[in-house]
């Protein structure tokens, strides 16, 4: 099998298994590669996952960046009730996410993305991470949609002045700013867009990151993602994924005329 073929069923893999969309789960395999090579892939993001922020999940409920108490049977021949009760033991809400998964992966043989997964259910179910929360404790949240447009007429309507204005007042003013701002930076690079057509920018917006990625799609049309990070609280969540969401849809209006 070769390594491309290999690598798109790793991301349909999690695709399927977080219910992401392809491009967000390619971001976080081709992330989790690079940065874990000789471990087992970071924790799946949970962006946009439906549950309230900070609920306790039942053993058997699948939440979305975790593994379902039916998953868990099928994958490692025990449900989540007998792992969590392993994380218990190992004192897991004390030692933290990373020692419990590697635990998991090492101790008892769990996969690594099921030992990540039952670790985030674990962690949820004892109400030690939120929905849309990372292991390091900051919040962040992806939303995507797909727009009829090329690449660069794209990024044209995200970085020009004069047709960003043409669609931003239906859309959130602090977020135009910081897009403005960063646009208009003369120490940024901008959109850096490769041969095949994938292209991401990356930015500040005050102390949390925004991170853009488009892919081009076939029909003449683009995936963009954004993915905002480091917010401070799970209503933060809530508050940046509806700008993004009224911002997304009035830039594909205006590029649907």
């Known amino acids: 099998m070769t390594r491309a073929r290999a690598l798109k069923q790793v991301i349909r893999a999690r695709a399927?298994?977080?219910?992401?969309?392809?491009?967000?789960?390619?971001?976080?395999?081709?992330?989790?590669?690079?940065?874990?090579?000789?471990s087992a892939p970071e924790a799946p993001s949970a962006a946009d996952a439906p549950s309230a922020p900070g609920a306790p999940s039942a053993?058997?409920?699948?939440?979305?960046?975790?593994?379902?108490?039916?998953?868990?049977?099928?994958?490692?021949?025990?449900?989540?009730?007998?792992?969590?009760?392993?994380?218990?033991?190992?004192?897991?809400?004390e030692k933290g996410h990373s020692a419990s998964a590697r635990h998991l992966y090492d101790v008892h043989k769990v996969d690594g993305w099921?030992?990540?997964?039952?670790?985030?259910?674990?962690?949820?179910?004892?109400?030690?991470?939120?929905?849309n929360q990372r292991c390091d404790g900051d919040f962040e949240v992806s939303v995507s949609k797909v727009i009829t447009a090329d690449t660069a007429t794209l990024i044209k309507a995200l970085t020009d002045t004069r047709r960003r204005r043409q669609w931003t007042s239906e859309a959130d003013p602090a977020?135009?700013?910081?897009?403005?701002?960063?646009?208009?930076d003369k120490?940024?690079?901008?959109?850096?867009?490769?041969?095949?057509?994938?292209?991401?920018?990356?930015?500040?917006?005050?102390?949390?990151?925004?991170?853009?990625?488009l892919e081009p799609r076939a029909g003449g049309k683009?995936?963009?993602?954004?993915?905002?990070?480091?917010?401070?609280?799970?209503?933060?969540?809530?508050?940046?994924?509806?700008?993004?969401?009224?911002?997304?849809?009035?830039?594909?209006?205006?590029?649907?005329?």
């Open 175 to 184: 977020l135009v700013k910081a897009l403005s701002s960063a646009v208009a």
């Open 114 to 131: 099921y030992s990540q997964g039952i670790t985030v259910a674990y962690e949820r179910a004892r109400g030690v991470r939120a929905v």
């Open 16 to 38: 399927g298994r977080t219910g992401e969309r392809y491009t967000t789960a390619r971001r976080h395999v081709l992330r989790d590669t690079h940065r874990h090579s000789l």
């Open 59 to 93: 053993p058997g409920a699948p939440v979305r960046g975790s593994v379902s108490d039916a998953k868990s049977r099928e994958k490692t021949g025990h449900g989540l009730d007998h792992w969590f009760a392993v994380l218990d033991r190992f004192g897991a809400v």
């Open 222 to 257: 683009v995936s963009l993602v954004v993915q905002h990070t480091k917010l401070a609280n799970a209503a933060m969540v809530d508050k940046r994924r509806a700008e993004w969401k009224q911002a997304f849809a009035a830039l594909a209006a205006y590029l649907a005329r």
């Open 187 to 213: 120490s940024s690079k901008g959109f850096v867009v490769r041969s095949d057509g994938l292209g991401r920018f990356r930015y500040q917006w005050d102390d949390t990151t925004v991170q853009f990625y």
